[in-house]
């Protein structure tokens, strides 16, 4: 089954602590991207990867840090996490290319994080 | 750049009636449009999708959108909506020729009752 799969769904932590959260994919897809959802703001794209060793910021990179060393994991790491981090976390990927599978993207079920 | 907007943040609506969730969005370039639903404690997931061809898009679930590109519009319709269909509706647009970046508009919550 084609997936997207975060761990883990839900995280308390403590301002400072450093975390990580994995994604997954199984559908070899070349981007991959993390989204968070707050709000009233719908979500906001943080940082996004065309392919493996390629990453580059999305529209609220600050605070976070990203890998691509394999084609299937993007993981999302917050070095020292504060409260203003605290959201809904949202990892997806997508083929890249022309045509009519350009851009649908297959979301993960979430990350809950809630920062102290 | 692109942006999009939702005008309703919440529709409450009787099971079995019409809906429309609006969406509006603004670009300089080509854009693919899209709706995504997020059911409770769920991720995201495709609706339907408008890349080229015709205006009128059919999706999952009896739903369906028109493209309007003089109104810049992309308004999600489905004419008799059940319980199930209570979620959050996110329209999005992207770039067709950057990167599969995806702008969300602020979601709009469909609330069925019965």
């Known amino acids: 089954e084609a997936q997207v799969t975060q761990n883990p769904r839900y995280l308390i932590t403590v301002t400072g602590k450093k975390l990580t959260v994995t994604c997954s994919q199984n559908?070899?897809?070349?981007?991959m991207s993390w989204y968070r959802q707050d709000p009233g703001l719908g979500l906001r794209q943080i940082y996004y990867?065309?392919?493996?060793?390629?990453?580059d910021k999305g529209d609220v990179p600050e605070g976070y840090k990203v890998s691509r060393k394999e084609k299937r994991n993007f993981p999302l790491i917050l070095e020292s996490p504060s409260p203003n981090q605290t959201s809904l976390y949202f990892c997806?990927?997508?083929?890249?290319?022309?045509?009519?599978?350009?851009?649908?993207?297959?979301f993960g079920a979430g990350t809950r994080l809630s920062v102290l | 750049a692109q942006s999009v907007t939702q005008l309703d943040s919440q529709v409450p609506v009787f099971e079995e009636a019409p809906v429309e969730l609006r969406c509006n969005y603004s670009?300089?370039?080509?854009?693919?449009l899209f709706w995504y639903v997020q059911y409770p404690n769920q991720g995201l997931q495709l609706l339907l999708k408008?890349?080229?061809?015709?205006?009128l898009v059919k999706g999952i679930n009896g739903f369906e959108a028109e493209f309007n590109k003089s109104q810049t519009s992309f308004h999600l319709r489905k004419p008799s909506v059940h319980i199930s269909d209570t979620a959050e509706y996110f329209c999005?647009?992207?770039?067709?020729?950057?990167?599969?970046?995806?702008?969300f508009g602020t979601g709009t919550r469909l609330q069925v009752f019965p």
């Open positions: 559908m070899n897809h070349e981007y």
């Open positions: 408008y890349l080229s061809g015709s205006t």
């Open positions: 990867s065309m392919n493996v060793e390629v990453t």
């Open positions: 670009s300089s370039v080509s854009v693919y």
């Open positions: 997806a990927s997508s083929t890249v290319g022309q045509g009519l599978a350009k851009n649908i993207q297959y």
């Open positions: 999005a647009v992207s770039d067709i020729w950057g990167t599969d970046k995806l702008i």
